[in-house]
């Protein structure tokens, strides 16, 4: 298959979230035409992500886009692992990480800083074009092109690109018309964050920026982003949404977690379904997978977008390769191999096993994991290797070793 990506096609990019828009500003920044469409009249001020690893902000330098994110967020260096009964605390500093990255920190913004910061950049360019309202409801293609259709306010419009971008998110419209497979589960509980400016660091001696609270009963994660603590807690199956969502049960929680007289201020509230799912194929053809939609995971650990702009970018790499007459197009399938293989080995049973770890009921086994985390938190020589795979360093640097 010959892929001209200088052609009259631009290669189109369907939702504009973290991971299309890192792809769309790679490409465009090196002279490729990209029409990114996106379903929303606006970009979505989605809440989702808010840790950013070590690697991520490493691959942003090349956009030049990292410092100026970074000024919109927290740098945290240090995180923590607790054991909410017994107050032990395991403290991760990320400066352990030595020379292993430029960024040995942890960043706490929201994900839609990025897009943000990436379509403002895309409006003053000639070769870049990102329209709102374009909701994407089905792909074709043939031996030349790809034919994308998506709604818009004046009707449905047939658009041609030389390839096209699955960013469109965990229900990928994409992913379904390619009868692509998404295979994994769902868990019975949903996740529910809540953010509040109450100062919760006054109820936890030593508390970090960013901390995974164990508990057999009532776990959570306590994550600081932009003046607010985000909690985030798993629910009971069997409680409606209402239920979850009422002023009485979040209080509830929030008490459990910090006795206060009074209410603690609320600014959001969302519940989440989680799933553990991956797709069986990041490409067929001219039809390209990325991010959440080719996988999903829980957000223990925070690796779903950051996995996601780790596709973006070896896409990107790969693609340059194929325009510098460098490789053939099958190298496409090698970003398959690498990207769809390391979210397996890794992101789904390490994220898996985070929350396996957070909420162990038997108290033997929660005693020991606990142990484990402090022990290694404090001995050097096994903090570096637990940061390098927690910070996703390994994974990337592993993902680039399958053929
Ligand atoms: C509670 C929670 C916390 C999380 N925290 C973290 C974290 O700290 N770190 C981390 O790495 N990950 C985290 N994640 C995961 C992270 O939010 C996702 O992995 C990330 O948003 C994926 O980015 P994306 O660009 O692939 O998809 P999305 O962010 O879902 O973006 C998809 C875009 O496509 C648009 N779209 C959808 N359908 C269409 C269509 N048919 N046509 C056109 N446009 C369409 C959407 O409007 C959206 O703009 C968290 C998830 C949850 C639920």
Same mark, same amino acid.
Do not use: A, S
């Given at each position: 298959m010959s892929i001209n990506l200088r052609g009259k096609d631009p290669v189109i990019i369907a939702g504009a979230g973290p991971v299309g828009c890192t792809l769309a500003l790679y490409l465009a920044r090196e002279g490729i035409p990209v029409l990114m469409l996106e379903a929303e009249s606006e970009l979505p001020e989605d809440l989702r992500a808010s840790t950013w690893h070590p690697p991520t902000l490493d691959m942003l330098d090349k956009l030049e886009i990292t410092e100026e994110l970074i000024s919109t967020g927290l740098i945290v260096p240090n995180y923590q692992y607790r054991d909410r009964r017994t107050g032990e605390y395991a403290d991760f500093k990320m400066a352990d990480l030595g020379d292993a990255t430029r960024h040995p920190y942890r960043l706490q913004t929201e994900q839609f800083r990025l897009t943000r910061i990436v379509c403002r950049i895309l409006e003053g360019m000639d070769n870049a074009e990102v329209r709102f309202n374009h909701t994407v409801t089905n792909v074709s293609q043939d031996a030349d092109s790809v034919t994308v259709t998506a709604d818009t306010p004046e009707g449905s419009e @047939?658009? *041609? &690109?030389s390839l096209v971008f699955a960013g469109d998110g965990a229900n990928s419209a994409i992913r379904r018309k390619a009868s692509? /497979? +998404? /295979? &994994?589960? !769902?868990? =019975?509980e949903k996740f529910l964050v809540a953010s509040t400016p109450y100062p919760l660091e006054d109820h936890f001696p030593g508390l970090a920026w960013v901390n995974y609270i164990a508990d057999p009963d009532e776990w959570c994660v306590l994550l600081r982003c932009?003046? #607010?603590? *985000?909690?985030? +807690? =798993? !629910?009971p199956p069997e409680y409606t949404n209402e239920q979850l969502l009422s002023d009485d049960y979040i209080q509830k929680r929030l008490h459990f977690l910090a006795e206060i007289e009074g209410d603690f201020e609320v600014k959001h509230r969302t519940l989440y379904n989680v799933h553990q799912r991956v797709a069986k194929n990041y490409r067929i053809g001219r039809i390209l997978l990325g991010g959440d939609a080719a996988h999903?995971?829980? =957000?223990?650990g925070g690796m779903g977008m950051n996995g996601g702009i780790h596709d973006a970018i070896n896409l990107a790499e790969k693609l340059m390769m194929i325009d510098r007459g460098e490789a053939e197009d099958d190298i #496409? @399938? #090698?970003y398959d191999r690498q990207r769809r293989i390391i979210c397996k080995d890794f992101v789904q049973s390490q994220s898996i096993a985070n929350k396996k770890a957070i909420e162990a009921q038997d108290p033997e086994a929660h005693k020991k994991q606990q142990a484990k985390y402090m022990e290694a938190a404090a001995d050097p020589e096994l903090a570096l290797p637990f940061l390098r795979c927690t910070s996703m360093i390994d994974s990337v640097r592993d993902s680039y070793e399958i053929q």
């Open positions: @047939d658009l *041609r &690109g692509i /497979e +998404f /295979e &994994g589960f !769902t868990y =019975p932009n003046n #607010l603590w *985000r909690v985030l +807690f =798993p !629910t999903v995971n829980n =957000p223990l #496409l @399938d #090698l």
